[in-house]
């Protein structure tokens, strides 16, 4: 397993800050605390808490669970000239990207658009009859709203995002398109400069601070990556924000079980530390979010020897300490003995750590979740419904979610730094849709006015 080494030295006076915080985190943990997702500072107990299954359930009206009711996908729908053919018997997401500015700086390129395909195509998640994966329908807007490409999008006061502005666009964008009939069975992504004048790379409209109802989901989402969504050298860090806040409006959190975020054993595009690089997988970069549900960690009493467990073969995480500013990166074996501090032993006796900061500096339980288990299709109940009968009427002019959500600290997504810019530009990293998609895998791209449909053919 590879370290860096030059952090072992200073990793050692951390781990001497961290024995007060370990001394009264044992004091609680005496008592198996009730699991709350909402605070998570009271996951302290002896056992780690279930890590909880929040998935879709399939009905009679809805036997893929897809969240779309399947007299709807029995015919193709049409977007504005362009045909959806959705599969009863296989789990269907459509996701229409929008963009703002005349000069296309917002607009994703075609390769970030394959990526998110190939990995919604490449999920371990099970239909009917043996189909496998989530077939994702992109419907791209082929030309961007009349602003500047530069213009901040939406107001932030007092920890609120006013989606107002987006309203606006979005229903913009649905009478210019003809897409006003069409049922709420599509989520909505805006790709801009900014929003609310910050630096962050995106936002989900599932703004909801009570655990039970994020995962509801939500329907809209935005990009805001400055402009770097043209560029092809971006193409990662674009499928990955448009992946990681959809992955929101499908009702994942930042840190799986909570909204704890850069866990290092929860290796999802939810977590900051993989939004815009992807994960590594047996030494490869790939863009998805959790396939495996991995040891807890007790961060009151870390066990190297034990590593992540079986299930980490082949993977690779990050995780940062206090007062450094790069993150630690382990490769190789880490299903047992990870040097966590990096002190070139492997250790014999459980000692007190810190393995997700900036997030916090507490010591608690470290619970992670498979995502692709628990996908919530019904974008907060805006998408699909309780629909006597499959009525397509009864899914059209549905209300949308609040104008108004919450963007405290732990819902804020990730900032799109100086440094950010800087590996975007210099990067060497190449990006073609044939090597993304693979041998044998084909895009499949229609268009009709200004509507283009990116599907895989199956």
Known sequence: MKTDLSHRVLAVLSLCMLLSFATSAQQEGTKNAKPDPDNPASITGKS??????????????????????????????????????????????????????????????????????????SAPVKGLKGKTGIALHLVSIGSGYPLPSNSSI????????????LDTIKQNTIAANNLGSIPHIYHYCLSCNNYGGSGSSGISRNGISTYSQFRSGAVDSICSL?????????????????????????????????????????????????????????????????????????????????????????????????????????????????????????????????????????????????????????????????????????????NYEGRFTKVPDNLKCRELTDADKLAIETSQRKFSVEEILGPGVKMKITKSGNLTLYTLEQ
């Not at 939406?154 to 502005?165: K, P």
């Open 154 to 165: 939406g107001t932030i006061a007092n920890d609120e995002y006013d989606w107002s502005q």
């Open 226 to 398: 400055q402009g770097y969504q043209s560029s092809v050298q971006a193409a990662g860090m674009t499928a990955g924000t448009i992946m990681h806040e959809f992955g929101h409006n499908l009702g994942l959190t930042h840190g799986g079980y909570d909204h704890v975020n850069y866990k290092p054993n929860y290796i999802s595009i939810m977590n900051y530390h993989f939004q815009f690089d992807g994960i590594t997988v047996n030494g490869a970069h790939s863009y998805d979010y959790s396939r495996v549900l991995l040891k807890p960690l007790d961060e009151r009493k870390i066990k190297e020897k034990a590593g992540l467990g079986s299930k980490a073969k082949g993977l690779g995480t990050q995780f940062s300490y206090q007062g450094y500013q790069n993150p630690f990166i382990l490769t190789g074996d880490l299903t047992k003995n990870v040097d966590w501090n990096f002190d070139g032993i492997i250790e014999k006796q459980a000692y007190p750590w810190n393995l997700n900061y900036p997030f916090d500096v507490d010591l608690t339980w470290l619970v992670s979740e498979k995502n692709w288990d628990n996908i919530n299709f019904t974008g907060g109940g805006n998408i699909g419904g309780a629909v006597a009968n499959s009525n397509v009427s009864d899914l059209v002019n549905q």
């Open 48 to 121: 780690a808490p279930s890590a909880y299954k929040w998935a879709n359930k399939k009905t009679k009206l809805d036997k893929d669970g897809d969240g779309i009711p399947d007299a709807l996908e029995t015919t193709p729908i049409n977007f504005g000239g362009v045909l959806v053919t959705l599969d009863p018997e296989k789990k269907d997401v459509i996701l229409v990207v929008d963009f703002v500015g005349t000069d296309n700086a917002n607009l994703p390129t075609v390769e970030s658009l394959a990526i998110l395909l190939a990995s919604f195509n």
